[in-house]
């Protein structure tokens, strides 16, 4: 179910890209043999990785944590040299944590326990969101300048609609939807760089887990999200 939703979206934002393409091409004004209006930066695809913050006692990340994410910003420009707007958009995104911290079903019950590496093969949490970003946005782009400087900074909210912890062991793997992942993340964004290269950071504001989840020593999970890796835009 998750990969067909994860299809449609794609598809959908390729319409969407070949739709908006047309519509930007009729709304541009032409002033003395240049474009007077232009926007930038509307679609946009990211890779990186995530790092586990207040991570509980002997508790460690192993293999690649990684995100994915892709969608549409609506870049809405507020000064006539067009350099400086907001950003509002839809998003889709893949994250995965991999650590040694092992949940067990029982049940109705969800049980969390620090294992040693060496009792299981991989152990992951992935969740599969869709994504509001607003950015507040600078950059130093013309109406004829394809390569320039950019900042955006701004907020992210996030709806976890499907969430899975999956533990491979010798004698076989065990996999479930986890209810303990908040459904609503948030956290501060920020991009930076210039031409195609850009470096894209998330700070989670709220924790991956719902409040009052525990290790079965008692010991808080209070597993925040720090992600930095790179992010491409379009138009």
Known sequence: ???????????????????????????????????SRYLED???????YNLLLNKPTDAVQRNLSYNLQ????????????????IGIGLGYAVNSYYSNVVAAQSGDELTYEVLNTSEFNRNKLGTHSLELPFEFRWRTSTAEEYRFWRIYAGAKLGYVFSG??????????MAFS??????????????????????????????????????????????????????????
Do not use: C
Not at 14 to 33: N, P
Not at 164 to 173: A, F, K, L, N, P
Not at 179 to 185: K, Y
């Open 70 to 85: 892709l969608g549409f910003i609506k870049d809405i420009p507020l000064n006539v040299r067009r350099n400086f707007g």
């Open 1 to 35: 179910m998750v990969h067909k939703v994860s299809r449609y979206f794609i598809v959908f934002l390729v319409m969407l890209a070949s739709l908006h393409l047309k519509a930007q091409s009729d709304s541009l004004e032409l002033d003395d043999g240049k474009f």
């Open 178 to 235: 986890n209810p303990d992942i908040n459904e609503f993340q948030y956290g501060l964004i920020l991009s930076f760089g210039y031409n195609t290269w850009n470096v894209h950071a998330y700070y989670g504001l709220n924790p991956l887990l719902e409040n009052g989840t525990d290790l079965q020593s008692g010991e808080s999970l209070d597993l925040n999200v720090l992600r930095i890796g790179v992010i491409f835009y379009i138009l």
């Open 42 to 48: 509307q679609f946009y695809i990211g890779f990186g």
């Open 164 to 173: 899975r912890s999956r533990t491979v062991m010798e004698d076989g793997t």
